[in-house]
């Protein structure tokens, strides 16, 4: 190649990404405002730097001339996402990198949301397994994260499926449940770490609506110390439709305040009555004004066409949680949602990262829904990305 063919290839290369770029400047939204914070918090979402292969992606589609994918993928990783926290580093660097993260937000004068992500026992030993080794470890490392904060603001989804997957659920635990019981106090111990920080709001797992039933859940968030958080969080990494994540967060809450007021949960309406019959349980029942119930956060990072129905009778065990095809990312992070009890709309989950090795219920190691092995469990997923980028709703990119 002569060098004046280079020159030209690199100036049209250059051309290319600046014009992706251009047109992810139109699309992407300024940023709602906080409500809840001071009248000096942040106005706007934190953006964290994007994965490294995300950006190896969006060059090689500039370098293609696949523009419209490149802009697209550029507006997804521009949208602002949680920064997640697993652990597997010692407290002083586990400080450090909090610091860092709330410090970069702070200069930008932005909210960061902290996904932390290190109960022992995680993810019942499967795709994302790991955690912390104990009780004493895991108080080590959320005094890290405390000191890491400090009293700037910070949004905390704390430990993903840590009570919706509790020890005893996957056989993890003894007779006597003490697992669970130290999961429990586990989780409450980090919120009465961090939910007195000045800045920082703390919001506990209640799963998602296809899984637990209300009178399921809302002991669990009993148990990990709900009274003392802000609230609870829906959907992480999951499918399910905003409409219905918004009737379950409205239960959830409700039943919370009506435990609160010394009633029984077991008596609360779940998902699955009649939209009428709870509703005319709830008037009868819940006379909480919503400022002072439990407020909630949904991930809707790649809802945008809800959850997948797999095949009927094709697998043993479907998956339909792990890279499920034909989804698209949802509504754009908000903290204006039109709802009294949901402080937000969130990109929690980063999308274009596999949820791991889907083999549903197969010998493996393809998932038989792709016809090829899904990356790892946190690593870039190419075909996923842009899957959830053709089919977001609303469209990320203007047609």
């Not at 989780?187 to 797992?205: F, M, N, S």
């Not at 709900?226 to 009737?247: K, Q």
Request: hydrophobic fraction near 40%; aromatic fraction near 8%.
């Amino acid at each position: 190649m002569t060098a004046r063919v280079r020159a030209r290839t690199r100036t049209l290369t250059v051309a290319a990404a600046t014009a992706a770029l251009a047109a992810v400047t139109a699309v992407v939204p300024a940023h709602a405002g906080v409500p809840g914070h001071s009248a000096a918090a942040p106005t706007t979402l934190f953006t964290p730097p994007a994965n490294a292969d995300a950006n190896a992606q969006i060059l090689d589609l500039v370098k293609h001339w696949q523009i419209k994918d490149a802009a697209g993928l550029l507006a997804m990783t521009l949208t602002p996402q949680a920064v997640w926290l697993d652990g597997g580093t010692a407290p002083d660097a586990t400080r450090a990198a909090v610091d860092k993260t709330v410090s970069a937000a702070a200069r930008r004068h932005q909210l960061p949301v902290l996904a932390l992500y290190n109960i022992p026992g995680r993810d019942c030993a499967q795709y994302s397994a790991g955690g912390a080794a104990n009780t004493a470890d895991y108080q080590a490392w959320i005094d890290a994260v405390k000191a890491g904060i400090g009293n700037r603001p910070a949004d905390v989804v704390l430990e993903p499926d840590s009570l919706a997957l509790v020890p005893s659920d996957c056989g993890m635990d003894d007779a006597q449940g003490t697992k669970t019981a130290e999961r429990y106090d586990q989780i409450h111990y980090a919120v009465d770490a961090l939910e007195p920080l000045a800045g920082t709001k703390v919001y506990l797992d209640a799963g998602h609506s296809g899984w637990h039933s209300i009178n399921d859940i809302v002991p669990r968030l009993i148990a990990g110390g709900v009274d003392d958080a802000t609230g609870f969080y829906l959907n992480i990494s999951n499918y399910r439709s905003d409409s219905e994540i918004a009737w379950y967060g409205k239960l959830v809450s409700s039943c919370l305040a009506y435990v609160s007021a010394g009633g029984d949960a077991a008596a609360c309406p779940n998902q699955w009555w009649s939209v009428n019959d709870a509703q005319t349980w709830l008037d009868a029942n819940v006379h909480t004004a919503p400022a002072a119930m439990k407020h909630y956060v949904a991930d809707t990072s790649r809802n945008g066409q809800g959850p997948w129905t797999p095949p009927a009778g094709v697998y043993s065990d479907a998956q339909d949680w792990c890279n499920p095809p034909g989804r698209g990312l949802g509504a754009r992070p908000t903290l204006k949602t039109g709802d009294p009890l949901q402080d937000a709309k969130l990109w929690v989950k980063i999308p274009g990262e596999s949820d791991g090795q889907c083999t549903r219920g197969t010998a493996g190691p393809d998932d038989p829904e792709r016809g090829y092995q899904d990356p790892a469990a946190g690593k870039w997923f190419p075909q996923q990305a842009l899957e959830l980028l053709h089919n977001a709703n609303p469209a990320l990119l203007p047609h």
